[in-house]
């Protein structure tokens, strides 16, 4: 693959062999750098993004740099990406850019997680909630349930296709059983339930999900949480 290289204007697109040039915009282009290498900062490299992935991915994008680092600041903040986003009104990717920036959230821990939580807005499902903790009436047994909608109490959990063959255990049944117990209803999606060749089959699981929620009391048309 060429080697991608940016001038800011109004110097031109850098041109040769093996290289991709771009030209960037120095007014809405912020610039660090990385061992001695100037780069695009975060917040602009998240910009430029748009248009090349859709809305879930730019969502997950995001959720995972406003997360802080082993102990660090983040690579952005929120208001970072929102001042990067108002100063490109009028520039190609501002309407998507905005979309995305709204459904962003903190305490994503992983891209699949963002994916699903967009597409379940997508889908009329109200909003679910991130790592909710589940505490039974003693206190002396929790667990996370990484998208909830506790006032409905119905759960879903995330699993990655490369973990599956360990997903059946006795601990897992015990922990299902457990929420079944104090009246939460679960389901779970996967990574290769938002891959693209997967869409009937994710169908499948949001009604699914639909019917679940139902079931606890939700009705179309309302607000989540």
Known sequence: DPIHVSALSPQPRPRANGLSGHELDARVTGIVLIDGIRVADPASTWCQLAGMVGIPELVAVADAIIMPLAGADPLVTLEELNEAVEIRKGHRGASQLRTALDLVRPGSRNRVESVLRVLLQYADLPTPELHVDVVDSEG???????????????????????D??????????????????????????????????????????????????????????????
């Open 164 to 225: 599956r063959p360990y997903r059946v255990r006795s601990a897992e049944l015990e922990r299902l059983a457990r929420l079944d117990d104090l009246e939460w209803r679960m389901l779970s999606l996967s990574d290769a339930d938002v891959h693209p060749s997967r869409q009937y089959e994710f169908r499948q699981k949001l009604l699914s999900l639909q019917h679940l929620l139902r079931q606890q009391g939700w009705l179309p048309g309302r607000s989540a949480a």
């Open 140 to 162: 002396s047994w929790h667990t996370d349930i990484a998208l909830a909608f506790p006032k409905y109490k119905v759960g879903v959990d995330v699993l990655f296709e490369a």
